[in-house]
């Protein structure tokens, strides 16, 4: 304990090369964390995006892609469901409820979705929880929309107001449809899910803006306007995914199978949770590459360390020789050097996760809008302090090379000081 | 009254083939004595220190210390041993930089509890007695405490190192040519310091230094260089090679050696004199 409180009171007389270790470590120790943090509350935040769906369909390609488009709203589909296949897949035995979903077009950057009310009775994240209408309530007129938190929050939005949908999902589109605005009727809670970035409207809704835009873009004398759109036939012609409830859990394979073998399409049926873990297959890689070079970032501190102690030894010969009269065993030495090393790591540590939590508060609503993340401001939970264990080990095991250096030292020389 | 330290046909080298470092037949030390042990640099005086504070072990002999047969001791019990009941003095840089003058004098009770209980003894706290030990060396001008040691004068530092020393009343004393750096005044006033301690302590004092002005203030002068057999058997070849242009330390041993015979006291306990003979040390004063 002597020995422990001698090592603080001589790392605060090196105050600034202390200071420089600690912080290198304390940065390198924020990262590591930072870096396992993130990674955990992804895979907890995409595990949170959807419950309740047993299949995912869309049109053939691949599962993870299917699932990123159709639930978490990143990349596009590469092909539509018909209208036909997508009510007989509506029709077939144990198939209790679908949700259609129509994507493609954008509200000043974020997506707009194309769905029936039944999005709002069996859209299901988290732990089975149901979307929840904060305010207003679901659309009904064909020009409603229902906006997600963030939508409504980030572009203060209110009941009642008016917003243009523009073509494609581009934050910046040069094609909207201007002559057919849309009116908010619904704020949805916040869920921490692609939901909150969701612009909601009815498939109906989705025909009508696009009509007359079969080549893509206005045709020059086809417009038609709001009001006589009205009086269309508004049956949408394809759709982008389908979210499918089953009766039981049972079926699943089996009306997997159907689907995949559908004849009159080409079209693929996932299931959400084989889809992820195929997703995570592809991910684990990059993130454990992540994590192997933050991990050697803490070497690299501690190496820092390693250095500043080496050389920090050269000038404290004569130390050394005056602990040895007065009756400090070599041993005790070696414990004033790697009790050094010990409090460096520790505070070097302390610093990086109270660095870490301060980055994290501040970050939180910019992290939050931009990646629908919700970042744990928490004390490190049990495979972090796993993560902390390894970096005081590996500490320790650096402080005992210059330790043992002055344990030589003081073993060898005694009380002569040979400079 | 039995002796502080006694030597017995004691050897040292640095390593197995190396050459003798030192070589002493017999040498009594008693309690409350001042020694002053002389010689020039090479004559083994550092040696000395480091066996009688246990630190090196000799190859062969025996080394008593408080009757503590050293050479018989484990290396920790030899590191217990100095904590509790030896006090150095080094020649330079006694104070460890990182701590204040206080911390610096009380640092020996960190290693030895026997030496708080006996500095708790004679102060109701550690820093009390610090305190105490640094007025009684003139070092209690008010604000000097909180410098730090590294603002000190080289003689401000010596007495702060003879503070420490002196904490917690070990029973001996070794200062190693701890006036070299001191100027002549200081030098007499900073012994005479010392042994006022020393006696209000009750402890032995082993003064080592290479400047012969300081004998007359001891009880006994110890002339290494004849004491020391190691130094005269290597005297024979290292004078042959003495026209080389390299001349090692050791070199300046001999002549240092016969000016050292040529000014023998009565009190040197010869080499080579039996440790029956060397016990009739003259009465202290």
Not at chain 1, 47 to 55: E, F, P, Y
Not at chain 1, 206 to 230: N, S
Not at chain 1, 407 to 412: E, F, K, N, P, T
Request: charged fraction near 20%.
């Amino acid at each position: 304990m002597a020995i422990l409180r001698l090592a603080l009171q001589s790392l605060l007389n090196r105050r600034f090369t202390a200071l420089l270790t600690l912080l290198s470590i304390a940065l390198s120790v924020a990262l590591l964390l930072g870096v396992e943090r993130i990674r955990t509350e992804a895979r907890a935040s995409f595990a949170n995006t959807l419950s309740g769906t047993d299949l995912i369909v869309g049109a053939r390609s691949g599962p993870v892609q299917l699932m990123l488009y159709a639930v978490f709203r990143i990349g596009n589909a590469t092909n539509n469901i018909s209208w036909q296949s997508y009510q007989e897949i509506a029709a077939m035995p144990r198939v209790a409820w679908t949700v259609p979903i129509s994507l493609g077009d954008s509200h000043r950057g974020f997506p707009v979705l194309g769905t029936s009310s039944a999005y709002f009775d069996h859209y299901r994240y988290g732990r089975n929880k149901p979307l929840v209408l904060v305010k207003g309530e679901r659309f009904a007129d064909l020009y409603d929309a229902v906006l997600g938190a963030e939508v409504a929050t980030q572009l203060g939005y209110r009941l009642g107001d008016e917003i243009v949908i523009a073509h494609g999902a581009g934050d910046v589109s040069f094609a909207r449809h201007e002559d057919k605005p849309f009116r908010v009727v619904g704020i949805l809670e916040r869920t921490g899910t692609p939901v909150d970035r969701s612009v909601h409207v009815s498939l109906e809704a989705i025909e009508a803006i696009h009509l007359g835009w079969e080549g893509g873009a206005p045709m020059r004398g086809l417009e038609i306007d709001a009001e006589r759109a009205r009086r269309m036939d508004l049956t949408p012609k394809a759709i982008t995914a389908v979210l499918v409830g089953l009766d039981s859990r049972i079926a699943t394979f089996a009306l997997q199978r159907r689907i995949n073998d559908y004849p009159q399409e080409p079209l693929l049926a996932v299931l959400p949770g084989v889809a992820l873990s195929e997703l995570w297959s592809v991910i684990g890689l990059a993130e454990h590459a992540l994590l192997v070079v933050s991990a050697f970032v803490v070497l690299v501190g501690l190496i820092g360390m390693l250095t500043a102690l080496l050389i920090g030894l050269e000038g404290r010969r004569r130390e050394l020789a005056i602990l040895r009269s007065l009756g400090a065993r070599p041993t005790q030495v070696l414990g004033l050097i790697i009790g050094e090393a010990l409090l460096l790591t520790l505070l070097g540590i302390l610093t990086g996760v109270v660095l870490l939590i301060t980055l994290f508060a501040l970050g939180q609503p910019l992290i939050e809008a931009r990646l629908g993340l919700q970042l744990g401001l928490g004390l490190p939970k049990l495979r972090e302090w796993l993560l902390l264990a390894a970096v005081v080990a590996t500490g320790l095991l650096v402080g005992l090379i210059p330790g043992w250096r002055a344990y030589r030292i003081s073993l060898s020389n005694g009380l002569a000081v040979r400079l | 009254m039995t002796p502080v330290i006694r030597l017995h046909e004691l050897r040292f080298r640095w390593c197995a083939q190396g050459p003798d470092i030192l070589a002493i037949d017999a040498l009594e030390v008693s309690a409350g004595e001042r020694l002053f042990v002389e010689g020039p640099s090479g004559s083994g005086k550092s040696t000395l220190l480091g066996l009688l504070a246990g630190v090196n072990l000799p190859q062969q002999g025996r080394i008593e210390v408080l009757r503590q047969p050293l050479d018989q001791l484990s290396p920790a019990v030899r590191d217990r041993f100095r904590a509790d009941h030896i006090g150095y003095i080094f020649q330079l840089f006694n104070l460890i930089p990182y701590l204040g003058i206080i911390d610096n004098v009380t640092l020996p009770a960190r290693f030895s509890h026997r030496r708080r209980q006996r500095a708790l003894a004679r102060s109701p706290s550690l820093t009390a007695e610090a305190q105490r030990l640094l007025a009684h060396l003139d070092l209690d001008q008010p604000g000097l405490l909180r410098q730090p040691v590294s603002e000190l004068s080289i003689g401000q530092q010596q007495r702060v190192a003879a503070a420490r020393a002196l904490l917690g009343s070990p029973e001996l004393l070794i200062a190693d040519e701890p006036t070299s750096s001191l100027d002549t005044d200081r030098r007499r006033a900073f012994i005479e310091l010392l042994f006022a301690e020393c006696a209000e302590m009750g402890s032995t004092l082993v003064f080592v230094s290479h400047d012969p002005s300081l004998e007359g203030l001891f009880d006994r002068t110890l002339r290494l260089p004849e004491l020391n057999r190691a130094v005269h058997h290597q005297s024979a070849p290292m004078q042959r090679s003495a026209s080389e242009p390299v001349v090692a330390p050791e070199l300046t041993a001999p002549s240092a050696a016969a000016t050292a015979t040529r000014a023998t006291a009565a009190t040197v306990a010869a080499p080579g004199m039996p440790a029956e003979q060397s016990e009739q040390q003259p009465p202290r004063p």
